[in-house]
């Protein structure tokens, strides 16, 4: 498989409390193996589906506009667009 092409993330906030970014994905854009370093939250902005490439495995994802979900620190991925139309969420990591 060729080069995917990397998601864009805006940094919005960046303070002593909490880190918020925009990520906007491409359909087949990833954002590149991570290890997250703070407990996050995830507002989606629109509907679609993620795979998560994780040490476990593969995992699809799904999403929907407005729908927050809270992940813990210490989680490792690289997040995918799985859909065939741009896919944006809002990242609030805690500090």
């Not at 491409?26 to 996050?40: F, I, L, N, R, W």
Request: glycine letters at 8%; charged letters at 20%.
């Amino acid at each position: 498989m060729g080069q995917r092409a990397q998601a864009v993330a805006t940094v919005q906030v960046d303070n002593e409390r909490v880190i918020v970014t925009e990520w906007r994905f491409a359909p087949g854009a990833e954002t590149g193996a991570h290890c997250h370093g703070y407990d996050y939250v995830v507002v989606p902005m629109t509907n679609g589906t993620l795979l998560l490439e994780t040490p476990e495995g593969d995992k699809h994802a799904p999403l929907v506009a407005g729908q927050a979900y809270f992940r813990k620190a210490g989680v490792e991925h690289n997040v995918i667009n799985a859909s065939d139309h741009e896919v944006v969420f809002v990242e609030t990591e805690i500090k």
